[in-house]
């Protein structure tokens, strides 16, 4: 009985999860994100579409006309044409065909919403996809539980759609971190920022997870959705499809979120764009940006980025792409705190001296799907003595946040309500006017500029903040964690050069 009553009370998200799963027998989760996204996204814009069409059907003596498609376009609803209606797939969900059903009507949607136009996945037809268990897919994603859950199935679609996101990035482990940022990690940048009202942008945006959280947070705190508009940019295609359909099941204009296989370094896609709020958590330590290319760009404000490591250069393109008052939150490898190799040390000094680093955070290790190198999340302002805040241009805030978050498997963890809320206040009230900050030995520090500098603008958050009296400041699984990573980064940076040198040698022997 007790069984029972613990499967009957258990989230709806989690048990639609367990059923898919279950249904996907020998298919790889990577490929089999597809077709279960796919599907909610299907039931999503259908549930969309024959809410206004019925309506529209009561207003038909107005002159209202359920079938055009131009009544859609002004409520921002998608149109979805006949054999495409969640309906008509049903009827067919026991069809041997009912793949072939389902890719034509992805087609047909793609061809009557151009903003679609090559982004829903075409995969159901495919060999490997049993059309038995594809057919019970659709009958567990629009089953009446589903459509009684909520008075707004969209909005418990969109929860759905977003669950579904993280379980396949956990069952992918390091592929799926590639294409999604932690739900805590996202909601303390947001929580820390609070982007209320003006552009947005993610120039490494994923799934879009950082978005779909900033429209929330606004929402939450009843703003208007349309006071923001965001700009992103992700060079993995397949990756921005889901960061599109992630978008478009919540009703967010995604015009401005573009794909180009180049990336954000060598094909800026929003080269002149000024934003408020940047967001972002780009690819630790990357070797292969393209930075033999840049070595003259006019981002480099601060200093040259090396070739071999990728991150100083994320953080002058983020400035770069700030407005004069703009605000950015972003995630670092922990190294970048500390590096001095190849001119990094220079760089992360003129930071410092040039007033932009507002607040580091050290995070808990093991929070990211793809990496163990432990992480750290940078706060940078454009102007830190505006009259939104206080005048902090004199200190930098440091938190470290190692000791919060709990296991939610051997591997993986993540950060409380009560973590995020005890960060982020942490910040507000060191930030803002008239906000009650004290320092807490071991948790947080406000260190003048002078502190920075005595100790060769080295950003790692336990050198300010002190040790609890039974803390040992030395964390020996971290810090071999991060030597190892170290050492595997420098490695394929010495196999990549090697693997130069010896194509140039063959050159040379051609040539000769």
């Known amino acids: 009985m007790a069984n029972k009553k613990e499967v009957a009370e258990e989230p709806l998200e989690k048990r639609l999860w367990k059923a898919a799963d279950k249904l996907r027998k020998n298919i790889d989760a990577a490929e089999y994100k597809h077709v279960v996204l796919g599907l909610i996204f299907l039931k999503y814009i259908s549930v969309s579409f024959e809410e206004l069409y019925a309506r529209l059907q009561t207003e038909a003596a107005e002159g209202a006309d359920p079938e055009d498609r131009e009544e859609y376009k002004a409520e921002n609803v998608f149109y979805v044409p006949m054999d495409a209606r969640w309906s008509y797939l049903v009827s067919k969900a026991k069809d041997p065909q009912i793949g072939?059903?389902?890719?034509?009507?992805?087609?047909?949607?793609?061809?009557?919403?151009?903003?679609?136009?090559?982004?829903l996945p075409k995969v159901f037809a495919r060999q490997?996809?049993?059309?038995?268990s594809l057919g019970e897919l659709i009958d567990l994603i629009g089953n009446s539980t589903l459509s009684q859950a909520s008075t707004n199935s969209a909005d418990l679609l969109g929860h759905v759609f977003e669950y579904f996101l993280g379980e396949f990035a956990l069952t992918e482990g390091k592929k799926g971190g590639q294409f999604y940022t932690p739900r805590s990690?996202?909601?303390l940048l947001v929580n820390m920022l609070e982007p209320y009202k003006g552009r947005v942008l993610d120039p490494c945006c994923g799934s879009g997870g950082m978005f779909v959280q900033s429209e929330k947070f606004v929402k939450e705190h009843q703003g208007r959705i349309n006071d923001i508009s965001i700009y992103g940019q992700e060079s993995n295609q397949t990756t921005w499809r889901?960061?599109?359909?992630?978008?478009?099941?919540r009703g967010i204009?995604?015009?401005?979120?573009?794909?180009?296989?180049?990336?954000s370094f060598l094909n800026d896609a929003?080269?002149?764009v000024k934003v408020d709020y940047i967001i972002a958590n780009p690819p630790f330590n990357d070797s292969d940006w393209g930075g033999d290319q840049l070595r003259k760009d006019g981002r480099w404000q601060y200093g040259v980025p090396p070739t071999g490591s990728a991150n100083f250069a994320w953080i002058q393109h983020f400035i770069y792409h700030l407005a004069p008052s703009g605000q950015a939150g972003f995630v670092l490898s922990k190294g970048a705190l500390t590096s001095k190799t190849s001119g990094e040390g220079e760089i992360r000094k003129a930071l410092v001296e040039a007033g932009l680093i507002d607040c580091i955070v050290n995070l808990p290790a093991k929070l990211f799907l793809n990496t163990q190198i432990p992480a750290a999340l940078w706060f940078v302002s454009r102007n830190r003595t505006n009259g939104s805040f206080r005048n902090r241009s004199k200190e930098i805030l440091f938190i470290d946040?190692?000791?919060?978050?709990?296991?939610?498997n051997r591997r993986t963890r993540e950060l409380t309500e009560e973590d995020i809320q005890q960060i982020s206040d942490t910040y507000h009230n060191w930030r803002n006017v008239g906000g009650k900050y004290e320092d807490v030995p071991g948790f947080c520090a406000s260190a003048p500029m002078e502190r920075v500098a005595e100790l060769d603008y080295v950003l790692t958050p336990g050198r300010?903040?002190?040790?609890?009296?039974?803390?040992?400041d030395f964390n020996f699984e971290e810090r071999f964690t991060e030597l190892k990573a170290e050492f595997e980064e420098q490695l394929k940076e010495e196999m990549r050069l090697n693997e130069l040198i010896k194509e140039n040698l063959a050159k040379i022997k051609i040539e000769k």
Do not use: F
């Open 401 to 408: 946040a190692r000791n919060l978050g709990h296991l939610i």
């Open 185 to 187: 990690v996202v909601e």
């Open 253 to 263: 204009d995604a015009s401005q979120v573009k794909w180009n296989n180049e990336g």
């Open 242 to 249: 889901l960061c599109k359909m992630n978008l478009a099941i």
């Open 100 to 119: 072939k059903y389902i890719d034509e009507a992805m087609d047909a949607i793609e061809k009557d919403n151009s903003i679609l136009k090559g982004v």
């Open 270 to 272: 929003h080269q002149d």
């Open 128 to 132: 490997n996809l049993d059309p038995t």
């Open 464 to 472: 300010y903040v002190g040790l609890p009296d039974d803390e040992d």
